[in-house]
């Protein structure tokens, strides 16, 4: 059974920038398509970026031009560089495939204050 473990968030002032990471067991990793989501208390979890296994990329209007996935899948390991943070972006961080294949993690908390 696959895990993930994701870690590096933090409480940060607007305008800032973190590096998320997303560790996942297992050699399987590498064949999916994963993605970061995120949840904001009272609101439904949603896609925020998605990485190929080779790469291409894609990103939710919000953060477009702001925040970068990247992977590495020898580490089997997703990565999510947001810059210029915002309050909006404060919430609950997760990656997990694009079908939500894996059991979820614990997540990540970010805090932005403006």
């Known amino acids: 059974q696959v895990q993930l473990v994701e870690s590096g968030g933090g409480l940060v002032q607007s305008g800032g920038s973190l590096r998320l990471s997303c560790a996942a067991s297992g050699s399987i990793f590498s064949f999916h398509v994963m993605g970061w989501y995120r949840q904001a208390p009272g609101k439904r979890r949603e896609l925020v970026a998605t990485?190929?296994?080779?790469?291409?990329?894609n990103y939710a209007d919000s953060v477009k031009g702001r925040f970068t996935i990247s992977r590495d899948n020898p580490k089997n390991t997703v990565y999510l560089q947001m810059n210029s943070l915002k309050p909006e972006d404060t919430a609950v961080y997760y990656c997990n495939t694009d079908t939500w294949r894996f059991p979820w993690g614990q997540g990540t908390q970010v805090t932005v204050s403006s």
């Open positions: 990485i190929t296994s080779d790469g291409s990329t």
